[in-house]
C-alpha cells in the first residue's frame, strides 16, 4: 500500500485525512516541519501532503529541503494551505512542489490530485529506468563493436586457416563465449574449440552443418554456417533477451567476416600458385634462350673458321690443279664472293643476337619484378581486403 506523510500542525487535517484516505493509503502525520523532515528522511512516504505555516519550520523551507536529498527528492509533495494568492501557489512550485490546494480542500478534487501525481510519478519512474537501460544498452552495444571491428583489423593480417581460427576463437572467449569453429577451403578443413581440436563427433557436426547455410538456434546452441565457415556457440544467454540479441548480431557479423576473409585468402593463395607457375615458365624461357644464344654464337664461329679455311685451301690448290691464270681468278673470285655472302649473314645474324639478348634481358627483368611482386605479395598479407 502507497504511503502518504501529513506535515501538518492542524491535528483535524489529519483525522479528515485519514477518514476520507484510509482505505486506500497508509497515513502517517507530523505536527511540525522538523518533525516531519525525519520522519521523511527515516522512512520515506510514496506522496506528502505539506502545510506551509508551521512552527520552527515552514512548508517551503522543509520542500526545499526534501528536494536537496537524494532520499526524498524524487517523492511528489502536494502543498495544503490557507493562503490563497497566486504569490503562494508560485512559492511552492519554486520549493519544488509538484502542486498546490488550498484549504478547506475538496476530499474528491483531494483524491484525484493524489492519483494523478502518483501516476505521473510511476510513468517518470519508468521512464527514468528505461532511460537507463537504453543507455546500458548503447554502452554495451557500443563495447561489442568495438570488439568486432578490432577482430576485423586482427584477422585481415592472417595468413593460414590456423591463424584465423585462433583469431576466431579469442574474440568469442572475448564475448564471454564457448565455441567450436569450422573452416574450410580448397585445401580441406580445420575445426577447433577452446580446448584445441574439436571431438569426433563434433567436427561431424560441424562438418553436417556446411550443407545447411544460415543461421539456427536450439536451447542454449546456436549455429552459424557460411560457405566457408561454420560456427557453434554453446552457450547463449537465452535468458537474458537483450544481450542475446547483441550477442546474436556480433556472432552473425564475426562469422560472416571470417567467411569474406577467407575467400580473399583463399583468392590470394590460388593467386601466389598461378605466380609462381608463371614464375618457373619464365625462369625456362630465358635458361632455353640463353642456351640458344650461346650455341648459336659458337655454331657462327665454327662456321667462320671453316669457310676461313675453305679459301685458303682452296687458294693452296692451284699449285697442283695446273690451270691457266684465267681459271684460277675464276675459281678464287667464286670463293672469296661465297666467304663474303656468308660474312653478310653473319653480320645479319649480330642483329639477331642483340635481338635474342635484348629478350633474355626483358624476360629476365619481368622473372626479377614478378619474383619481388611475389615477395612483396608474401610479406604484406596483411593487405588483403576482406570487404
Not at 183 to 192: M, W
Not at 330 to 340: C, M
Amino acid at each position: 500500500m502507497n504511503s502518504i506523510l501529513l506535515i501538518d500542525d492542524d491535528d483535524f487535517t489529519a483525522v479528515f485525512l485519514e477518514s476520507i484516505l484510509g482505505s486506500n493509503y497508509s497515513i502517517q502525520h507530523a505536527a511540525n516541519g522538523r518533525d516531519g523532515l525525519a520522519v521523511a528522511l527515516a522512512v520515506p512516504p510514496t506522496l506528502i501532503l505539506l502545510d506551509v505555516e508551521m512552527p520552527m519550520m515552514d512548508g517551503y523551507e522543509v520542500c526545499r529541503h526534501l528536494k536537496a536529498s537524494g532520499q526524498t527528492s524524487e517523492i511528489p509533495v502536494i502543498f495544503l494551505s490557507a493562503h490563497v494568492e497566486i504569490p503562494d501557489r508560485l512559492a511552492g512550485y519554486e520549493a519544488g512542489g509538484d502542486d498546490y490546494m488550498t484549504k478547506p480542500f475538496d476530499p474528491d478534487e483531494l483524491a484525484t490530485k493524489i492519483e494523478v501525481v502518483l501516476r505521473n510519478r510511476s510513468r517518470n519512474l519508468e521512464l527514468t529506468r528505461n532511460a537507463q537501460l537504453a543507455a546500458q544498452t548503447a554502452l554495451s552495444t557500443v563495447g561489442d563493436i568495438s570488439i568486432v571491428l578490432n577482430f576485423f583489423r586482427e584477422i585481415i593480417s592472417c595468413s593460414d586457416l590456423s591463424q584465423l581460427a585462433s583469431a576466431t576463437l579469442q574474440v568469442f572467449k572475448t564475448f564471454g563465449l564457448d565455441v567450436a569453429v569450422q573452416l574450410r577451403d580448397s585445401t580441406g578443413s580445420i575445426s577447433r574449440n577452446h580446448d584445441g581440436v574439436c571431438s569426433p563427433l563434433e567436427e561431424a557436426v560441424l562438418h553436417n552443418m556446411a550443407s545447411y547455410p544460415g543461421i539456427f538456434a536450439l536451447g542454449t546452441r546456436s549455429a552459424f554456417t557460411f560457405d566457408r565457415c561454420s560456427i557453434i556457440v554453446k552457450n547463449m544467454p537465452r535468458n537474458d533477451p537483450e544481450r542475446y540479441g547483441r550477442v546474436k548480431d556480433s556472432a552473425s557479423m564475426i562469422a560472416e567476416s571470417v567467411d569474406m576473409c577467407m575467400k580473399s585468402l583463399d583468392e590470394f593463395l590460388n593467386a601466389v600458385g598461378r605466380g609462381d607457375k608463371l614464375l618457373r615458365v619464365l625462369h625456362q624461357i630465358t635458361k632455353a634462350l640463353h642456351d640458344f644464344e650461346n650455341r648459336y654464337r659458337t655454331q657462327r664461329q665454327a662456321s667462320a673458321a671453316i669457310l676461313d679455311h675453305l679459301a685458303d685451301a682452296v687458294e693452296d690448290s692451284f699449285l697442283y690443279l695446273g690451270l691457266t691464270d684465267a681459271q684460277e681468278a675464276h675459281l678464287q673470285k667464286i670463293t672469296r664472293d661465297a666467304v663474303t655472302e656468308a660474312q653478310a649473314l653473319y653480320s645479319d645474324a649480330e642483329q639477331t643476337d642483340a635481338l635474342m639478348a635484348s629478350i633474355g634481358e626483358n624476360l629476365g627483368d619481368v622473372l626479377q619484378q614478378e619474383l619481388q611482386g611475389a615477395v612483396d605479395a608474401a610479406e604484406g598479407g596483411n593487405r588483403v581486403e576482406v570487404w
